[in-house]
């Protein structure tokens, strides 16, 4: 069987995730799987790409994926991938600048590599008092965002990731808070999914068997990226550039288990009320309506 999957570009987490599958070193069985890049939020080309049937399973941005589904998308969840949390995912901001405490970004210009950020806008009213409604917001891709802070183009930025790590040891600025940090002092959850993956329904309804072995592919995938994250980090800068001390150590900031156990769940039905509060979701669904369980 060919299937095409599709993750986000330039994010080492998840290309190293997948660089075993996309070079041939795991297979899985009975399936030829291509392994493509398609851009990052703000563009849905990667959920769009799922839903005309261009790929058969991708990696998708949680709030994407929910929004898509409850507008009646053929696409059901399998499982969380990219799950940050203490670190991995924050606002940064100057050292010398305005804001010295997450209250004092009310009225300030955040930028993020999606426009406004629904896990912030939330945080940020539920953790710290801060009218969310008062942020103004803006884009940059994100290897752009942190020089668009230390320019006093904005006041803060949202960085994750690799970039997260730049951030941290970058001259000038420092990280305010991070989502995990603030999400367990919420909820208390020591982390939160950011990205799933997902399947088109027609495939797993003719395939039922397929998840468990896309699954498997995954987790030995992710299992190959570990004893060679040098050799990947490697590939990642030809065609990305970047700082391989940067790459790695981001490297070990997300949990990627491929799993959707009972506290995950848990997890998931804690953000989609979060996403409707903030007015990115129109409502909440049951899980089983939404995920291959």
């Known amino acids: 069987m060919d299937l095409t999957f599709a993750h986000y570009r330039n994010r080492f987490c998840m290309f190293r995730t997948y660089y075993a599958l996309a070079t041939g070193k795991v297979k899985i069985d009975d399936v030829k799987l291509k392994v493509i890049e398609l851009p990052d ?24 994926f929910l929004r898509r589904k409850l507008d009646g998308a053929p696409i059901v969840g399998l499982c969380t991938e990219w799950k940050s949390t203490s670190k991995g995912n924050g606002i940064f901001v100057r050292t010398d600048g305005p804001v010295q405490k997450p209250q004092d970004l009310a009225g300030k210009l955040i930028a993020t590599h999606q426009g406004a950020h629904a896990v912030h806008q939330y945080l940020l009213k539920r953790v710290y008092g801060v009218d969310y409604q008062t ?64 399947a088109r329904e027609d495939l797993l309804a003719a395939h039922p068997e397929l998840k468990d072995k896309l699954l498997q592919g995954f987790r030995k995938s992710f299992a190959y990226s570990e004893g060679h994250l040098d050799e990947i980090g490697d ?59």
């Open 235 to 293: 590939v990642f800068i030809q065609r990305y550039g970047g700082n391989k001390e940067a790459l790695i150590a981001s490297a070990r900031y997300p949990k990627i288990e491929f799993t959707f156990t009972p506290q995950e769940q848990k997890i998931a039905e804690a953000e989609m009320n979060m996403l409707v509060e903030v007015g990115h979701l129109p409502r909440t669904a049951p899980l089983s309506t939404l995920f291959a369980l």
């Open 135 to 198: 942020l103004r917001w803006e884009s940059h891709p994100q290897e752009e965002l942190l020089d668009v802070l230390k320019s006093g183009k904005v006041d803060a930025v949202v960085l994750l990731d690799h970039f997260f790590f730049r951030g941290e040891v970058a001259d000038g600025v420092r990280c305010l808070y991070t989502d995990g940090d603030a999400w367990k002092k919420l909820h208390g959850f020591d982390q939160m999914i950011k990205h799933m993956v997902a």
């Open 41 to 64: 939020p703000p563009s849905h080309e990667q959920e769009d790409a799922l839903i005309r049937g261009n790929v058969q399973v991708a990696n998708l941005y949680l709030p994407n």
